[in-house]
């Protein structure tokens, strides 16, 4: 029987024909549904047989799609000591300014940091009020961030530069706690230990009275000033610890400028409306106070940056710890600027922050390099 032609399938295909069982594809048909296959095997996306590597998927071509750049070791922890430097910078700014409340210097620090954030984020393109499911959390965090900040500086200018920072750094206490309850991170004996060492560097320098007499602790000013300036401190690291939480919560999910820039506009909304309640709304009068509030801004910005960077990639409890080093750079201010020379009490307090935060970078990078 001679081979049917392709003319004579073509023709049998027709409605009402069929081809019968004996008939069988010719050699140009079967290189034709090669090719075919191999064309659809191109273009088709998806898995495929390798005969290089004899998987299904390919290996050498998942391979490198699974490989992702990862952050290098310790970058997080870099960006937190940055941070600290720049944010004592703008302390040691604050206490310099006379004349002015803190309520107004924290609305001339978000007026400056919003005239930076505006053009940022119309260049990165990002928006200015957030994914649906975060706005509340972006909210939040400006509330809490604004009255650390508002807090904070009231505690510079009630008590001393050294009393305020290390009350304020024990933050990680609380930061380390609400990042185990709402984030469901480890707590470890780690990090028991190393906000062991904080908290007793805090208490060396603090001195408090009822444990090491009301002759060791030497207090600026009058004693009722002294405690409302605690308290600020103890209320700045309260509500700083919560900040830090949410934006660990909300991650690379967001672009860091709209964090800052939900701080920058709540601050400027809400100290804008305490000083016209209180009346205290005032311009400052010296051009050397002008300078300052221009550097507190800055200063202030380029802080909250890298601390919203390093908290993207690092953990809650961590960046708290390493950023205590804001008291190390607030003791040496101190002595070179404002000529007050520390207390060897104030010497043990500032080796055990840094024993923590050091204690906490060398972990991470050997955690890093295995």
Not at 116 to 129: A, M, Q, S
Not at 285 to 291: P, W
Request: glycine residues 8%.
């Amino acid at each position: 029987m001679r081979p049917l032609s392709s003319t004579g399938v073509a023709e049998l295909r027709e409605p009402g024909l069929s081809l019968t069982t004996d008939t069988s594809p010719s050699s140009s048909e079967e290189s034709a549904a090669a090719k075919e296959e191999s064309a659809e095997a191109v273009e088709t996306p998806g898995p495929s047989w390798c005969w290089l590597c004899r998987s299904s998927p390919c290996g050498s071509r998942a391979q490198p799609e699974a490989k992702k750049k990862a952050p290098c070791p310790g970058l997080g922890l870099f960006y937190t000591l940055l941070s600290a430097f720049l944010f004592s910078v703008g302390s040691l700014f604050v206490k310099k300014v006379q004349d002015l409340h803190a309520v107004e210097i924290s609305a001339f620090r978000c007026v400056f940091q919003m005239l930076v954030v505006i053009p940022c984020l119309i260049y990165r393109k990002t928006g200015f009020i957030g994914p649906k499911d975060l706005r509340i959390f972006l909210i939040l965090g400006g509330v809490l961030g604004s009255a650390a900040m508002i807090l904070l500086y009231y505690a510079f200018q009630a008590t001393s530069l050294a009393d305020a920072t290390v009350v304020a750094f024990s933050c990680p206490v609380f930061t380390s706690l609400f990042a185990c309850i709402f984030l469901k991170e480890k707590y470890s004996l780690w990090n028991l230990l190393f906000t062991a060492f904080a908290i007793t560097g805090v208490i060396l320098i603090v001195r408090p009275p009822f444990l090491f007499g009301s002759n060791a602790a030497k207090m600026t000013g009058s004693y009722s000033d002294h405690v409302k300036g605690t308290f600020a401190a103890l209320g700045h690291a309260v509500s700083n610890a919560l900040t830090l939480v949410i934006l660990r919560k909300m991650g690379k999910s967001v672009d860091y400028f709209l964090p800052i820039w939900f701080y920058v506009l709540v601050g400027l909304v809400g100290s804008v409306s305490i000083l016209f309640v209180f009346g205290m709304w005032r311009l400052p009068n010296c051009g050397i106070d002008r300078l300052f509030l221009l550097l507190i801004g800055l200063f202030g910005l380029a802080g909250q940056v890298f601390l919203t960077k390093a908290l993207q990639i690092e953990k809650a409890g961590l960046v708290a710890l390493m950023k205590t080093m804001d008291v190390v750079f607030a003791f040496i201010f101190q002595v070179i600027f404002l000529h007050d020379v520390p207390t060897w009490w104030t010497v043990g307090g500032a080796l055990c922050v840094v024993a923590s935060s050091a204690g906490a970078a060398i972990r991470k990078w050997c955690q890093g390099s295995k």
